[in-house]
């Protein structure tokens, strides 16, 4: 007699859509979950029958795909939504923001503006984000508590930060960071350099070398703004990408941010390097940065991910919104509706994410022995209705609001829409509170 599988848990969707290259959506498909790994993808009624009684979530109105991976953002931030709007980025930040941040801007704050961004990821299908930002290491905290997978960085700028005072002090909360968070199942530790613009040569070098020593993910604000990049060519004699190229700086680890404004050579170096570009569309929209040339960094096999950057320059987490708006925009701005298709622009918010982030070998797709990362969005509502092309569906018609369950190394974190690991109505009422100190 065969012995049943002991599974933790069985998904079961109308359509499980794995994300691997050339493997056809599954319809009546369920995913099945043990010690918080994929070890079966198949038939409902297979899946069932092997293990009739493993406990279900029934996802049986829904498209079951990876979950989400946000490869930009600044999840503090999410308390600064909407504090200063319609301004141009150097404006925005040196007149705004950083002077918020300064007064208001401690570990207090910080654990509360993540958790607040931690809930609205969630809610919205992202199981993987990026962040770069101030006391990291509560950061981390509050992630690994929401269930959440984390690559967290303490930023380094050549100024003093609401946590630290000096450069020096930044290098070592972030040494700190990696040796205390290097073997978490949830979070990975990285180093993040604010921008050229912003932090020295020795210190980028500095930066380069501790994420080397780490084998750790390096994030950097990258030839975001048409000021950045004529400043650079002036006083530096190199674009931001070849000055960073020049330093050593550039590698795989590296994960630039926005990467706009790029000459040709610019682009070719990013592809030599297999530097990993985040793809921010919509704050790079709404700050006038312009638009950042994806299908010539694709075309030169530039590895991608999109981000949604902070809540205060977009004005919300919904990877989803931008995802759509990135697929409308290049199609609009190259004048071929071919240009960046539906496929492509999801596997970015998914696997691509993934790899620029070192966890291409751990989640971004649905196969058995990758962790159960995975995002359940309804297909019972008028806007999801009928369903012909699971890619196009879930770039063109999908919003973050569909999202019904969402499970994060095999833990479920969101169910039938509510989260299960926080508390949003109490996160709200003291994120409210907070709002009310910043703005008197």
């Known amino acids: 007699m065969n012995t049943p599988p002991t599974w933790d848990l069985l998904v079961l969707g109308q359509s499980v859509l794995t994300l691997e290259p050339g493997v056809a959506p599954i319809e009546k498909g369920a995913v099945a ?10 038939l409902v009624s297979d899946l069932l029958e092997k293990a009739p009684t493993c406990e279900v979530l029934d996802a049986g109105n829904c498209l079951v795909m990876p979950g989400l991976v946000n490869t930009h953002s600044h999840l503090a931030m999410s308390l600064l939504r909407g504090l200063a709007d319609d301004l141009p980025l150097k404006t925005w930040l040196e007149e705004h923001i950083w002077p918020a941040e300064g007064q208001h801007m401690d570990r207090e704050t910080v654990a509360l503006g993540t958790q607040l961004a931690a809930a609205e990821q969630l809610l919205g299908g992202i199981t993987t984000t990026a962040d770069m930002y101030f006391f990291a290491d509560a950061v981390c905290e509050v992630l690994a508590e929401a269930g959440m997978r984390g690559v967290i960085a303490e930023s380094l700028i050549d100024a003093s930060t609401p946590r630290c005072a000096t450069p020096e002090e930044m290098t070592a909360k972030q040494r700190e960071l990696c040796e205390g968070w290097q073997n978490h199942p949830l979070i990975t530790p990285s180093i993040a350099a604010h921008a050229p613009y912003t932090v020295c ?4 070098i500095k930066e380069a070398e501790l994420a080397e020593e780490f084998g750790v993910p390096l994030q950097i604000h990258l030839s975001e703004t048409r000021w950045e990049v004529e400043t650079s060519i002036e006083q530096k004699g190199a674009s931001p990408v070849a000055y960073l190229e020049g330093l050593g700086f550039l590698s795989e680890q590296v994960v630039a ?10 682009i070719e170096i990013l592809a030599e390097n297999r530097v990993g570009v985040s793809h921010n569309p919509v704050s790079n929209l709404k700050l006038a940065s312009g ?4 299908p010539e960094m694709l075309e030169a096999g530039v590895r991608l991910g999109l981000g949604t950057d902070g809540a205060a320059s977009n004005n919300t987490l919904d990877l989803l919104r931008d995802l759509q708006i990135a697929a409308l925009l290049h199609k609009s701005v190259s004048g ?3 240009t960046l298709p539906a496929a492509t622009v999801l596997s970015a918010a998914t696997n691509g994410g993934a790899e620029i982030l070192g966890l291409g070998d751990r989640v971004g797709v649905l196969k058995p022995g990758m962790e159960a990362d995975i995002a359940c969005f309804a297909l019972d509502k008028a806007h999801t209705t009928p369903i012909y092309d699971p890619w196009s569906h879930m770039v063109f018609a999908a919003r973050a609001a569909d999202t019904r369950h969402v499970i994060v190394r095999g833990k479920v974190v969101v169910r039938d829409r509510q989260l299960t690991t926080m508390d949003l109505d109490e996160i709200r009422a003291k994120s ?3 709002a009310a100190r910043i703005s008197g």
Request: hydrophobic share 45%; charged share 25%; proline share 6%.
């Open 33 to 42: 979950i043990a010690d918080g790994k994929i070890v079966e993808i198949g």
């Open 201 to 204: 040569a020795a210190n980028l």
């Open 257 to 266: 941010a926005h990467c706009v404004h790029l000459d040709r050579r610019d």
């Open 291 to 294: 638009v950042a040339p994806v």
């Open 336 to 338: 071929d509706p071919t």
């Open 432 to 434: 409210t509170k907070v």
